[in-house]
């Protein structure tokens, strides 16, 4: 069955970085886009950032665009998600979705 696995969350503080991944199996990775969500407590659940089948074509939400990075390894059937710059708003469950499942999510707290 489909299984996306996030990892890389954790406590940083303002400014600093975190690289998320989400590690698939049980579909083709690579004929499938890809995509970044998250969800703050209280708020609804909220693109992030989408990525094509090729890794060339990408997407950012207002909110993270010029801090955040999406990329794509075909070959190891893994999704990145690098973020920068974070700031205490990033704070969420960042979850991973592709071949029409979700991952259970990684929490990410922006905080000092």
């Known amino acids: 069955q489909v299984q996306l696995v996030e990892s890389g969350g954790g406590l940083v503080q303002p400014g600093g970085s975190l690289r998320l991944s989400c590690a698939a199996s049980?579909?083709?990775?690579?004929?499938?886009?890809m995509s970044w969500y998250r969800q703050a407590p209280g708020k609804e659940r909220e693109l992030v950032a989408v990525?094509?089948?090729?890794?060339?074509?990408?997407y950012y939400a207002d909110s993270v665009k010029g801090r955040f990075t999406i990329s794509r390894d075909n070959a190891k059937k893994t999704m990145y998600l690098q973020m920068n710059s974070l700031k205490p708003e990033d704070t969420a469950v960042y979850y991973c979705r592709g071949g029409n499942s979700w991952g259970q999510g990684t929490q990410v707290t922006i905080s000092s």
């Open positions: 049980g579909f083709a990775f690579s004929s499938h886009g």
């Open positions: 990525i094509n089948t090729f890794g060339v074509g990408t």
